[in-house]
Nanobody, 122 residues
Framework: QVQLVESGGGLVQAGGSLRLSCAAS????????MEWYRQGPGKQRELVAI???????NYADSVKGRFTISRDNGKNTVYLQMNSLKPEDTAVYYC????????????????WGQGTQVTVSS
């Protein structure tokens, strides 16, 4: 069984920074994309950033230039460095591992973390 555990959330003032981590554990052969989503109060869950297994990245327009996604394939971990935080960044942040295989013969599956709260005060 594969599990994703996020950490690094918290309360920060506007203009501050936080670094989120998401570690995948269990028997893992490979992971395709790793992604960060967020869901603000009364809002739908939205994609924030994505990084492919080869390191290509893409970001939501609302976070471009402020957030940086990275990953350590050896540790099956994805990070989200968040700078110049704004009150509108307040949300529960979720990571998703897409296309996870537990062996070379296994079917690919997607997994979600439990979420970590980020609160930005004005």
């Amino acid at each position: 069984q594969v599990q994703l555990v996020e950490s690094g959330g918290g309360l920060v003032q506007a203009g501050g920074s936080l670094r989120l981590s998401c570690a995948a554990s269990g028997t893992i052969f490979s992971i395709n994309d790793m992604e960060w989503y967020r869901q603000g109060p009364g809002k739908q869950r939205e994609l924030v950033a994505i990084i492919t297994s080869g390191g290509n990245t893409n970001y939501a327009d609302s976070v471009k230039g402020r957030f940086t996604i990275s990953r350590d394939n050896g540790k099956n971990t994805v990070y989200l460095q968040m700078n110049s935080l704004k009150p509108e960044d307040t949300a529960v942040y979720y990571c998703r591992a897409q296309g996870v295989r537990t062996s070379v013969f296994a079917v690919r599956r997607d997994y979600w973390g439990q979420g970590t709260q980020v609160t930005v005060s004005s």
